[in-house]
């Protein structure tokens, strides 16, 4: 049976890691899709307050994640950090649990779960730690089964989270499914984690945290990073659009979102591997290249759909393609800055806010001067415009 398990998944790190990181995905997973409900219709919160909190605990999560994995790469060490702020995690949820006031959802959001969001940077670290050594096929390998644990908490967890409130007056005790996954989490950091004799190297040459940012906002860093901000905002914008035109254009109803999100996930897990393997004959940048066109085209038709079948005769076109977005670019922002594992994995935080960003200023763009499908054809558009970028400065370079 064993033999069916790549051998660079047997490294007790990368095992506990992956772990780690579902755990981790667990608890974004159980609370995310309510959490609008618990801050607005259940604690009071307004709309406009609301999404101010939302944006300003991104900005949060990218300061804290550049800045503790400067830190993690200066002292040599992510255990005790990884530890450090799963306890932010637990304590951030469940406050919101015990204590379900405004006040301690603004302090939970804003400052506790940003703090606890960067532990996703850092477990990424020192899976990057663990792999030094390893040839790139098999970092790209082990980035890809570790990011489809992610994924599968997603196909999992809401559904579950779901059917056990579905007769509840609140949705709080998801915060309580969360802070137990956190408690998880910390748990097989600190005992099943092994510690690495590579984790104890400080980085050669340390960076105060100015440069450190001075690092990420580097021309040939950033620009970089922006392409593949651009190709990711196309998965935020097809967040944003997917139930509109299902239920608008596509005349389905609201139940087949659900349907749709789950087969799409579930996709995104077995081609994320896929993936992975793929990366063995070809190199990180064409892998990405094809994965984008991939997604362009699913958006493109996307904006031509005018039925329900339709819809879902994309999936396995988005599950591909969104495999290849949110699993590849990992090991691409990490190579940007390699010599430091720590402060290289922050950029995939770095990349969340800045697709998340472009992808808001894509759907108001959309929305204004055209329909919800006219909105598909234009996050197509970015995507394409990213993939160009990217095939720019890496040709520059010859990187790949």
């Given at each position: 049976?064993?033999?069916?398990?790549?051998?660079?998944?047997?490294?007790?790190?990368?095992?506990?890691?992956?772990?780690?990181?579902?755990?981790?995905?667990?608890?974004?997973?159980a609370?995310?899709?309510?959490?609008?409900?618990?801050?607005?219709?259940?604690?009071?919160?307004?709309?406009?307050?609301?999404?101010?909190?939302?944006?300003?605990?991104?900005?949060?999560?990218?300061?804290?994640?550049?800045?503790?994995?400067?830190?993690?790469?200066?002292?040599?060490e992510?255990?005790?950090?990884?530890?450090?702020v799963?306890?932010?995690?637990?304590?951030?949820?469940?406050?919101?649990?015990?204590?379900?006031?405004?006040?301690?959802?603004?302090?939970?959001?804003l400052?506790?779960?940003p703090?606890?969001?960067?532990l996703?940077?850092?477990?990424f670290?020192?899976v990057?730690?663990?792999?030094?050594?390893?040839?790139?096929?098999?970092v790209?390998?082990?980035?890809?089964?570790?990011?489809?644990?992610?994924?599968?908490s997603?196909?999992?967890?809401?559904?579950?989270?779901?059917?056990?409130?579905?007769?509840?007056?609140?949705?709080?005790?998801a915060?309580?499914?969360?802070?137990?996954?956190?408690?998880?989490?910390?748990?097989?950091?600190?005992?099943?984690?092994?510690?690495?004799?590579?984790?104890?190297?400080?980085a050669?040459?340390?960076?105060?945290?100015?440069?450190?940012?001075?690092?990420?906002?580097?021309?040939?860093?950033?620009?970089?990073?922006?392409?593949?901000?651009?190709?990711?905002?196309?998965?935020?914008?097809?967040?944003?659009?997917?139930?509109l035109?299902?239920?608008?254009?596509?005349?389905?109803?609201?139940a087949?979102?659900?349907?749709?999100?789950?087969?799409?996930?579930?996709?995104?897990?077995?081609?994320?591997?896929?993936?992975?393997?793929?990366?063995?004959?070809?190199?990180?940048?064409?892998?990405?290249?094809?994965?984008t066109?991939?997604?362009?085209?699913?958006?493109?038709?996307?904006?031509?759909?005018?039925?329900?079948?339709?819809?879902?005769?994309?999936?396995?076109?988005?599950g591909?393609?969104?495999?290849?977005?949110?699993?590849?670019?990992?090991?691409?922002?990490?190579?940007?800055?390699?010599?430091?594992?720590?402060?290289?994995?922050?950029?995939?935080?770095v990349?969340?806010?800045?697709?998340?960003?472009?992808?808001?200023?894509?759907?108001?763009?959309?929305?204004?001067?055209?329909?919800?499908?006219?909105?598909?054809?234009i996050?197509?558009?970015a995507g394409?415009?990213?993939?160009?970028?990217?095939?720019?400065f890496?040709?520059?370079?010859?990187?790949?």
């Amino acid at each position: 049976m064993t033999r069916l398990i790549p051998e660079v998944f047997r490294d007790p790190t990368i095992r506990v890691s992956m772990l780690a990181i579902f755990a981790f995905g667990f608890a974004g997973a159980a609370t995310s899709p309510y959490q609008s409900v618990v801050g607005i219709r259940e604690l009071g919160l307004s709309n406009g307050l609301y999404s101010a909190l939302i944006f300003c605990a991104a900005a949060v999560n990218v300061i804290v994640s550049i800045l503790l994995g400067n830190l993690a790469d200066r002292i040599g060490e992510y255990r005790t950090m990884m530890l450090t702020v799963a306890l932010f995690g637990i304590l951030g949820y469940g406050a919101v649990y015990v204590v379900p006031t405004q006040a301690t959802f603004i302090l939970a959001a804003l400052f506790l779960l940003p703090i606890y969001g960067s532990l996703n940077s850092l477990l990424f670290a020192n899976v990057r730690v663990a792999t030094n050594g390893m040839e790139r096929n098999n970092v790209a390998t082990v980035n890809s089964g570790v990011r489809a644990m992610i994924s599968l908490s997603w196909v999992l967890v809401p559904g579950i989270t779901g059917a056990l409130l579905a007769n509840s007056a609140s949705m709080l005790p998801a915060y309580l499914f969360a802070g137990l996954a956190c408690a998880v989490c910390f748990g097989l950091i600190a005992v099943f984690l092994p510690r690495q004799s590579g984790t104890d190297k400080a980085a050669t040459r340390h960076l105060s945290y100015l440069a450190a940012l001075g690092e990420v906002i580097s021309p040939p860093v950033f620009v970089r990073v922006i392409a593949v901000a651009l190709i990711s905002s196309t998965l935020h914008v097809n967040g944003a659009i997917l139930p509109l035109i299902v239920t608008g254009a596509a005349h389905g109803s609201v139940a087949d979102i659900g349907v749709l999100v789950g087969i799409v996930a579930l996709l995104e897990v077995i081609f994320i591997v896929v993936w992975g393997r793929a990366q063995r004959i070809m190199s990180h940048v064409t892998a990405l290249a094809l994965g984008t066109v991939i997604y362009v085209v699913y958006l493109l038709l996307l904006g031509l759909a005018s039925a329900p079948w339709h819809v879902y005769a994309l999936t396995l076109i988005s599950g591909i393609g969104a495999a290849a977005l949110i699993s590849i670019p990992i090991t691409y922002l990490q190579d940007l800055i390699a010599e430091r594992p720590g402060l290289g994995s922050a950029l995939i935080s770095v990349n969340i806010f800045l697709s998340a960003g472009l992808s808001a200023l894509l759907f108001a763009l959309g929305t204004a001067t055209s329909s919800y499908s006219g909105t598909a054809v234009i996050g197509a558009v970015a995507g394409v415009v990213g993939l160009a970028m990217l095939l720019f400065f890496d040709g520059a370079r010859r990187r790949g």
